[in-house]
Structure formats: structure tokens, C-alpha cells
């Protein structure tokens, strides 16, 4: 009997910006810790970008209780720019492999057209967890993950305007 499962929490959120920027945001990786609450992330390679790229994400309490944490090492397994010259455009995308001591599995990023103007971001995880908590990690997960992609949204859009209009991707 297998005691750990992959559990899969998909989102996405759609936002008034262009893809282009939309996708330097998305893989501009300390700008996480911006959206993502008690979080900072710093790269470890000279560049967050492309396939090898790695970086950390450090959770961590509040003033004294930050001694109170964990990291998420990600290392960048897949690399595809955006390109609005193919028809239909190609989205970006990017997979990155968890390699820490508590969350392991991997996130995929996705950042497509969604009309003139707009982008639609989706963020796969598939974290490593215990069987019998995998439908409660997926709740709690899944509403934790909509909040941080309403936080970049508002963040990727700036003053333009936009309304994020959170989904859950299925």
C-alpha cells in the first residue's frame, strides 16, 4: 500500500496584460515572495531563467517565529517562451521540479493569450503528500493558491484597470 500520493491543485486567473509581461512577471522568481504570504524566494544561479535555473522559496514566521520555516528548493526542468508570431500563438510555459526536504513534486506555469489585451495564467502543483490528507492539502491548497493568484494579478496588471478573475482550471 502506498502511503504517499501526488495531489494535484490547478488554477488559473485571467489578467488585463499583455502576455509578454504577464510571463516576465510570472517567471521573475523573488517577486513571488510579493504574492505568496510569509514567503521570500531568492535565486540560486546566476539566472532564474531557462532550463537548470534553480531558486528557493523560504516560508517562515513572522519576526521571532521566523525561525519557524521551511525551504522550497526548485530547480527549472522545462523552458518555452512566449511567442505571438505562431498561429495560434505559443503560450510560455515552465516546469519546475521541488527538490526540498518537506515539499517535493512540481509546478507548471502557463501564461496564454486570452483576448486582445489579456492573458490567462495557470499554475499546476503536484505536491508529494500523505494519502489521507491529499483532499484536505487539495481544499486548503487550492484556496491559497487563488489567493496568491489574485495578489499577481493585481500586481501584473498595475494601474490598467483590470478586474482578475480567479478559476479553478478545470
Given at each position: 500500500?502506498?502511503?504517499?500520493?501526488?495531489?494535484?491543485?490547478?488554477?488559473?486567473?485571467?489578467?488585463?496584460?499583455?502576455?509578454?509581461?504577464?510571463?516576465?512577471?510570472?517567471?521573475?522568481?523573488?517577486?513571488?515572495?510579493?504574492?505568496v504570504p510569509l514567503t521570500t524566494v531568492r535565486t540560486l544561479t546566476?539566472?532564474?531563467?531557462?532550463?537548470?535555473?534553480?531558486?528557493?522559496?523560504?516560508?517562515?514566521?513572522?519576526?521571532?517565529?521566523?525561525?519557524?520555516?521551511?525551504?522550497?528548493?526548485?530547480?527549472?526542468r522545462s523552458w518555452q517562451d512566449p511567442d505571438p508570431s505562431t498561429?495560434?500563438?505559443?503560450?510560455?510555459?515552465?516546469?519546475?521540479?521541488?527538490?526540498?526536504?518537506?515539499?517535493?513534486?512540481?509546478?507548471?506555469?502557463?501564461?496564454?493569450?486570452?483576448?486582445?489585451?489579456?492573458?490567462?495564467?495557470?499554475?499546476?502543483?503536484?505536491?508529494?503528500?500523505?494519502?489521507?490528507?491529499?483532499?484536505?492539502?487539495?481544499?486548503?491548497?487550492?484556496?491559497?493558491?487563488?489567493?496568491?493568484?489574485?495578489?499577481?494579478?493585481?500586481?501584473?496588471?498595475?494601474?490598467?484597470?483590470?478586474r482578475a478573475e480567479p478559476g479553478d482550471g478545470r
Open positions: 500500500m502506498r502511503l504517499a500520493t501526488r495531489c494535484r491543485i490547478v488554477r488559473s486567473v485571467d489578467v488585463a496584460a499583455e502576455v509578454g509581461s504577464v510571463w516576465q512577471g510570472v517567471v521573475d522568481w523573488p517577486r513571488h515572495g510579493d504574492w546566476p539566472s532564474g531563467r531557462g532550463v537548470g535555473a534553480r531558486f528557493v522559496g523560504r516560508t517562515a514566521g513572522p519576526g521571532p517565529l521566523s525561525v519557524i520555516g521551511f525551504d522550497d528548493v526548485m530547480e527549472v498561429d495560434p500563438p505559443t503560450p510560455g510555459r515552465c516546469e519546475v521540479v521541488k527538490l526540498g526536504r518537506v515539499v517535493r513534486g512540481s509546478a507548471v506555469f502557463e501564461v496564454s493569450a486570452a483576448g486582445p489585451g489579456r492573458s490567462r495564467v495557470r499554475w499546476v502543483e503536484d505536491i508529494v503528500v500523505p494519502r489521507l490528507v491529499c483532499r484536505l492539502v487539495a481544499v486548503i491548497a487550492g484556496a491559497g493558491l487563488d489567493r496568491v493568484l489574485r495578489a499577481m494579478a493585481r500586481d501584473l496588471e498595475g494601474s490598467s484597470g483590470g
